[in-house]
């Protein structure tokens, strides 16, 4: 009896001891586990705030590469304009008199030129027909331009005119602008011939831009991000708008992206 009762004992101590052990390896894996989740979760923080620095880099490099080619343009274009017009003015005043016409006309003419690249400058900043017009009329227009000079051909289809009519200037900008990016990337670096821009709406509010280009493409997994998507990245980030790029080498290039324009 001794014998059986000593042999329970043993088996009960067995299974507490058991019982035991296995409480405290699920406990310690739970640690771990939990550990190793908040380890990737602080390394999936630390990439996004890397992501928005780049982001903010991008945007304030972008501000600066912009000041500092308005500042050319006004130094080259409007500075030596104004220089030349204050020369033609000193020699005015040293010239006789029946040679005040020849000079009145060419200060007339320096001043028009000054006039027409503050203009130029200005529609840089701000484009009067995004302002008045709209984005498809002011995309239309800077279409046409280049269209003119026959070294490459954008076509420009618009399938969501009621949807853009609505559309805010801010988020309204940053399109041409990301838009401008996108055209300027394909003339600098994709020796394409064609480019093919189409808005779609799809859902409720949201816009479907579509653009594609016939270029050499890239390799887009083994390409760094450049600082020209990085600007579109961080300002479609701005409006809250995604995009998705499709290329490869010697396919082309073509990006999409949705805008939700009702928020």
Do not use: W
Request: net charge negative; with cysteine.
């Amino acid at each position: 009896m001794q014998s059986v009762t000593d042999n329970i004992f043993v088996v009960v101590l067995l299974a507490i001891g058991g019982t035991f052990v296995m409480v405290v390896s699920f406990i310690l894996i739970y640690i771990r586990n939990q550990n190793k989740m908040l380890l990737q979760r602080q390394q999936l923080q630390h990439s996004k705030i890397a992501h928005q620095k780049d982001l903010l880099e991008a945007i304030i490099t972008s501000q600066e590469t912009e000041r500092k080619r308005i500042g050319q343009d006004l130094h080259d274009d409007v500075g030596t304009a104004l220089s030349g017009l204050r020369l033609t003015i000193e020699l005015l005043q040293s010239q006789p008199a029946q040679d005040n016409d020849k000079y009145v006309k060419l200060s007339k003419d320096i001043i028009d030129n000054v006039i027409k690249d503050v203009r130029n400058i200005s529609h840089s900043l701000s484009p009067p027909a995004l302002t008045y017009y709209g984005l498809n009329a002011a995309l239309e227009e800077k279409c046409s331009i280049i269209n003119q000079s026959g070294n490459l051909n954008i076509k420009l289809v618009n399938n969501a005119q009621a949807l853009l009519q609505d559309i805010s200037q801010p988020v309204s900008l940053a399109l041409y602008r990301v838009l401008e990016e996108l055209i300027n990337n394909t003339i600098k670096h994709a020796y394409a011939s064609a480019v093919n821009i189409n808005f779609t709406q799809i859902d409720d509010g949201i816009l479907l831009i579509d653009y594609t280009d016939n270029g050499k493409g890239v390799n887009i997994g083994t390409t760094h991000k450049g600082m020209g998507l990085q600007n579109i990245e961080s300002r479609l980030t701005v409006i809250n708008a995604t995009y998705e790029i499709n290329t490869a080498e010697g396919a082309g290039f073509n990006v999409n992206i949705k805008c939700p324009l009702n928020s």
